[in-house]
């Protein structure tokens, strides 16, 4: 710091350290070129946003994501082992027909729970629902729905990994949207600019992603939605919130609109706003989602109040039917606004 302005820090509206835009790389590098990372220090700075530059996210989210632990010198081993594991996987459950037994002891038209062919066309069911959303994801981004081979590689990779997601996991199995939360960390994988992490993408977005999902897969069990960890209750909580924050907008919605925060909130709360914003700003938003210290689940609801309040005036003027479309469509947004109203609502509670 002193005088060299490349470190020189500002405070934030919150108080915490606010760096340029090149000495946040700085900071970044030193927190990771410790031999212990300070996880709470890298987790600062994260929720303050990761420089998309010299494959700075791709590495910081397997931390937060508790995928590396913070004894850098177990690195290399853990991942050793991690993408062994999810190989093997593969290697068990995605069956291949040309590896079934002599056709003579098993054979297409066996209905038998034991026969790799009743097996095999079980999964393909499911296989082509991952295909089918797998194919919608990001229709706009070359990355997801180009016509070359390395889209169709990325294609590939995250069915596979979504299949492997549903078989490791019979109670919930894969269920629309799935594709939606795999994909950003996917993404950011893939593009690290570290091409020898690059190779692993599927595999170490695979666990990434199961850690994430961990705190969220009640909202997908069907047959939870109505207990007390299933998303309505989980809406009920962002409704009693909302009340809480600003009565006024509460009674317009809920009183006076009668609008079900059913109708917006399953959509936001389920996908973790992945369809609300633009690509670039939901791989903004999860850098503050995955670093809040106060867990995940918190920090995703505050969003969701930021957002309304953000369109308070709006939603204030309108009717049913104009609050419904503009709740569905949200508006475009300086996701930083979001970002740093969700921060005043966290200091004020």
């Avoid at 953000?310 to 475009?332: A, V």
Wanted: charged residues 25%; contains cysteine.
């Amino acid at each position: 710091m002193g005088d060299n302005k490349s470190t020189e820090a500002v405070s934030t509206s919150n108080g915490s350290p606010s760096y340029t835009s090149a000495a946040r790389v700085i900071r970044f590098r030193q927190e990771l070129r410790s031999n212990t990372i300070n996880l709470v220090d890298v987790s600062k700075l994260a929720y303050e946003g990761v420089p998309d530059k010299y494959g700075l996210r791709p590495l910081v989210w397997k931390l937060l994501l508790a995928y590396l632990p913070v004894d850098t010198a177990a690195w290399p081993a853990l991942l050793g082992e991690k993408r062994k594991a999810y190989a093997e996987f593969c290697e068990e459950l995605v069956l291949d027909p040309n590896k079934f037994p002599d056709p003579h002891n098993d054979h297409p038209l066996n209905q038998h729970e034991d026969s790799s062919w009743h097996a095999y066309f079980r999964d393909a069911e499911m296989m082509e629902q991952i295909d089918r959303d797998v194919m919608r994801t990001h229709p706009d981004m070359h990355f997801f729905s180009g016509d070359g081979e390395p889209s169709k590689r990325h294609r590939e990779d995250m069915k596979r990994a979504l299949f492997v997601y549903a078989k490791l996991n019979p109670g919930i199995k894969y269920v629309q949207g799935m594709n939606e939360i795999y994909a950003p960390i996917y993404h950011q994988f893939a593009t690290d600019t570290d091409s020898a992490a690059a190779q692993h993408a599927e595999a170490d977005a695979f666990f990434c992603f199961v850690e994430l999902i961990s705190e969220f897969r009640d909202h997908f069990c069907q047959h939870l939605d109505n207990s007390a960890v299933g998303i309505r209750a989980t809406i009920a909580k962002l409704n009693r919130m909302l009340q809480g924050y600003d009565p006024e907008l509460w009674a317009h919605l809920e009183q006076k609109n009668k609008v079900n925060p059913q109708f917006y909130a399953f959509r936001w709360i389920t996908l973790l706003l992945t369809q609300e914003f633009p690509f670039p700003d939901v791989v903004r938003l999860w850098d503050s989602l995955f670093s809040d210290p106060g867990g995940h689940m918190d920090c995703l609801l505050r969003f969701c109040i930021a957002m309304l309040l953000n369109i308070r005036e709006e939603l204030l003027q309108g009717d049913f039917s104009q609050n419904i479309k503009l709740l569905q469509n949200y508006p475009p947004v300086d996701v930083h606004a979001i970002i740093h109203q969700a921060m005043q609502l966290k200091l004020a509670s």
